[in-house]
């Protein structure tokens, strides 16, 4: 799941200079999870505008914001609320905000902050476990991805700052390369400490990313 | 070959220090310092040390070859990209540079200027490979170099770093990536000194024990506090705290540490803290 935050009101309330009547479109997914762009924000939202002297002119919450189509149709529904505004205000990730964007003219003002591809611990405990590099290791790391868990993304074991397990940058959060080693142990496996791990191919991961199937 | 380099290959008992390049233009007080050192073999260079933004290491690195100081320039992993260390490093061979200290980097968030991006495209095992790479003539790519260099490459360990196993495993690859010498953390804690000198002898590659000079217990609790991998133990803060000068209490527990590397290592790495002058009081 893709977490986000709202940008604080004061960022958004200079973004939103000169236009008075506003569009709003909210994820039914990834924000509605994190609490940023559900129904109940685009609601807060609304009632912020208006304390603000804004006039919104309708909404929207699309099932996932991301899918570039289902934005075309949902903006579609909408068509003449959408004329009306001088702006749409989108509480979704980039994705979705690009998916809007990419459907209208009208300037479309992001509302979030898109922060980590997230794994969830419980609603509203979010960690960052995959950074998308398009190479596992997975595999020799006892399912522990160093690239994202470790600060610096070391393939080749902890850096000198590992102290007692926990990482340099922050000695609240356990050093990935200790985590990988104890669950390695675990296993009776010498996993990806068997080998000397060459430079990541970073070439992998395609920019933009692009994927068709079949 | 290097003076380093040298003395290590004829088992003589080498030190080193340290002497980061200005926080701007002016090079006469690092050049200084780098001159008024005695007993020395060789000098290292920081790079951006602490994350903290200075001149490049190799220019300094470079001033000092040309004033007849063998420098070991530290290159870390985090502000360059594969391109980036590779060019600098054909750039420090060109001028003469044959001493490499191949680090990963402290993280960004301890420096003066935690909102940049870090690279870390390689890790300081894929630099030491890297440095071989180049050794045998080939860039990382496998394209050959026109001119090959002969870096004397070393690293960084942290003895007292728990758990040790996997401290050592990172230790071992260092060595099977090139690793030619290394230059420790500062190490309080005897044991784990012996302990990892244990491991390490077999190996046989030289060991410069990390000697830092505690000025007073204000330090060392900072060390405990502050320093990844640096632990001083209380009894030797108490000591700190009950001397009557405490910088005379530091060098003398400093003068015993360099006493154990004599026996046991193959040099130190004598970190002084802006003290260069008692230097010859913690080799005594």
Request: charged share 20%; net charge neutral; aromatic share 4%.
């Amino acid at each position: 799941m893709i977490i986000s935050q709202q940008k604080n009101r004061e960022e958004l309330l200079h973004n939103l200079e000169g236009k008075k009547r506003l569009f709003l479109v909210g994820c039914g997914a990834c924000a509605t999870a994190c609490k940023s762009g559900g129904e109940e924000e685009v609601f807060q939202l609304q009632e912020w505008l208006a304390s603000v002297g804004r006039e919104v002119t309708g909404s929207v919450i699309i099932d996932e914001a991301c899918h570039i189509m289902r934005a075309a149709r949902d903006l579609r529904h909408h068509r003449d609320a959408v004329a009306e505004a001088d702006a749409l205000v989108v509480l979704a990730c980039g994705a979705g905000v690009q998916s809007i964007s990419t459907n209208t003219d009208k300037r479309v003002i992001a509302g979030l902050d898109s922060l980590f591809l997230g794994n969830i611990r419980r609603l509203g405990q979010y960690e960052e476990k995959c950074s998308l590099c398009g190479e596992c290791i997975l595999n020799e790391t006892a399912g522990i991805c160093p690239v994202t868990t470790c600060a610096k993304g070391l393939l080749n074991g902890p850096c000198g700052g590992m102290e007692e397990g926990r990482c340099e940058a922050d000695r609240e959060v356990d050093c990935a390369w200790h985590s990988i080693y104890e669950r390695l142990k675990k296993q009776g496996r010498q996993g990806v400490f068997a080998r000397p791990v060459p430079p990541k191919n970073w070439g992998k991961l395609r920019k933009p990313g692009r994927l068709k199937l079949g | 070959m290097s003076q380093l380099q040298n003395e290590l290959s004829q088992h003589r008992f080498v030190v080193t220090t340290e002497i980061a390049p200005p926080k701007g233009v002016d090079l006469s007080a690092a050049l200084a310092k780098a001159r008024s050192l005695q007993g020395i073999t060789a000098v290292n260079v920081t790079d951006n040390q602490g994350a903290n933004m200075r001149l490049s290491p190799l220019v300094l690195a470079a001033r000092m070859l040309e004033a007849g100081i063998d420098p070991i320039l530290q290159l870390t992993c985090r502000d360059r990209n594969r391109l980036a260390l590779q060019s600098d490093l054909l750039g420090a061979a060109a001028l003469g540079i044959e001493n490499v200290l191949l680090l990963s980097g402290d993280h960004m968030r301890f420096g003066d200027h935690p909102q940049g991006r870090a690279v870390f495209d390689l890790d300081s095992v894929q630099l030491l490979q890297a440095v071989a790479h180049l050794n045998q003539g080939w860039d990382m790519a496998g394209r050959k170099l026109q001119g090959t260099p002969s870096f004397f490459a070393g690293a960084a360990v942290s003895p007292a770093a728990e758990p040790f196993e996997l401290m050592f495993q990172k230790y071992r690859k260092k060595v099977e990536g090139g690793a030619r010498f290394f230059q420790t953390q500062a190490v309080f804690a005897e044991d784990k000194l012996h302990r990892f000198m244990e491991a390490a002898r077999p190996v046989g590659v030289p060991v410069l024990l990390g000697v830092l000079l505690l000025k007073n217990a204000a330090v060392a609790r900072f060390l405990n506090a502050n320093i990844p991998g640096v632990q001083v133990p209380p009894e030797l803060v108490d000591r700190l705290e009950q001397a009557a000068d405490p910088l005379t209490e530091g060098v003398a527990i400093a003068r015993r540490q360099v006493a154990l590397a004599r026996e046991i290592c193959q040099g130190v790495h004598i970190m002084s803290l802006g003290h260069e002058e008692l230097i010859p009081a913690m080799l005594a």
